[in-house]
């Protein structure tokens, strides 16, 4: 799938909910729903000010001209090899500017410890949720906004799983829920990801094994500080 529509796929739904990027949802819907990807589409996913920023520290880490690779949008939503060309100076420097002062001596921290930049960090490690409502996270808002993965079953229904907290720590549990389904392209039994209630993406077993480890990764770092 091309970089650009891939992206606009995990980016809908937040900006359907108004919480990331241009006030143009109609547009995007538009967009996915016609599979068409051109300068238009560009320009709207780079106002989206938590997630460009990300595209292009990976691309650049890793050589890459154009930040809407397909590469660079799999390392970021859901985590690859990409990531590890990040270099810890760069993704502190990245960050460094977004953070409150007092936030940043535990950001520092987690580096030597393997923080990749990726959704999955950015949503379970940092408290304070971006976009255009600058509140705490809560567990429910972190379950909604990570990336998720499972089976689709008859009705819309997804066995995937549920951020919990238990006994002072961040876990996932297994659970099915109810996602929407914008382009209608999916069936019972195939794999994909969730975001914020919709389904984005049909996705492989590599993949779903690369997003539960990057996802255990910001987990075990996010309860480090907890």
């Not at 996602?179 to 984005?200: A, S």
Request: proline letters at 4%; charged letters at 20%; hydrophobic letters at 40%.
């Amino acid at each position: 799938m091309n970089g650009l529509s891939l992206c606009a796929r995990y980016a809908f739904a937040p900006n359907y909910l108004k919480y990331c990027g241009p006030d143009k949802n109609r547009e995007l819907a538009g967009y996915l729903a016609h599979s068409v990807a051109d300068a238009g589409l560009k320009l709207m996913l780079e106002k989206f000010e938590a997630m460009y920023p990300y595209l292009q520290l990976i691309a650049h880490n890793n050589g890459i001209g154009d930040e809407f690779d397909d590469r660079v949008v799999e390392a970021y939503w859901l985590g690859n090899q990409l990531l590890d060309k990040v270099t810890t100076s760069s993704f502190f420097a990245h960050v460094r500017p977004r953070l409150p002062f007092k936030d940043r001596q535990w950001f520092e921290q987690k580096l030597p410890l393997g923080a990749k930049p990726n959704h999955a960090f950015h949503v379970l490690n940092f408290m304070t949720r971006t976009g255009h409502k600058a509140i705490p996270q809560t567990v429910e808002t972190m379950d909604q906004c990570r990336i998720s993965w499972g089976t689709v079953l008859p009705g819309g229904k997804v066995t995937t799983q549920k951020l919990v907290y238990q006994r002072g720590r961040l876990r996932l549990v297994s659970a099915i829920k109810e996602y929407k389904n914008l382009t209608k392209e999916f069936n019972p039994g195939d794999l994909v990801t969730t975001h914020w209630g919709w389904i984005c993406e049909k996705i492989n077993r590599q993949q779903i094994k690369n997003l539960e480890n990057y996802t255990n990764l910001a987990l075990r770092l996010a309860n480090t500080t907890i």
